[in-house]
């Protein structure tokens, strides 16, 4: 028997927001390597941040932990929102967020602001 919805193969409509900072970072690398770490309450879909905290051994990473207005617009954004990588690439550091298919796909203007605060920290690192 053949099943009636099978899974598609090929390329998955998956999109994600890639926030580039141009820096030009020869030494240092670890310094710009950042994720959040979120504290939440309660389960499934009612699921709600409480803290905001930044995990990385560089001086971002303490940096966006002082940032305590950062952090409570963070703590206001969906589970998927509110976790942020930020990493270094070639010549530019990247602040991006977890992958989304297509009808979730979008950036907020509290979520652009977010980044743009992020990017602020990465100018002054």
Known sequence: MQDPNPLPWG???????HFIVRKQVDQGIINYVARTKLTTKGHFSSKKIIKVEWDGSGSLARRLNE????????????????TI???????????????KNHLEFGITKELFEIYDRIAGHIKKV
């Not at 390329?11 to 927001?17: I, K, P, S, V």
């Not at 940032?67 to 509110?82: C, F, G, P, R, Y």
């Not at 990588?85 to 992958?99: C, G, L, S």
């Open 11 to 17: 390329a998955l409509d998956r999109y994600q927001a």
């Open 67 to 82: 940032d305590t207005v950062l952090n409570e617009m963070i703590a206001k954004q969906s589970i998927s929102d509110a």
């Open 85 to 99: 990588y930020v990493e270094p690439t070639d010549n530019a550091i990247r602040i991006r967020n977890k992958w």
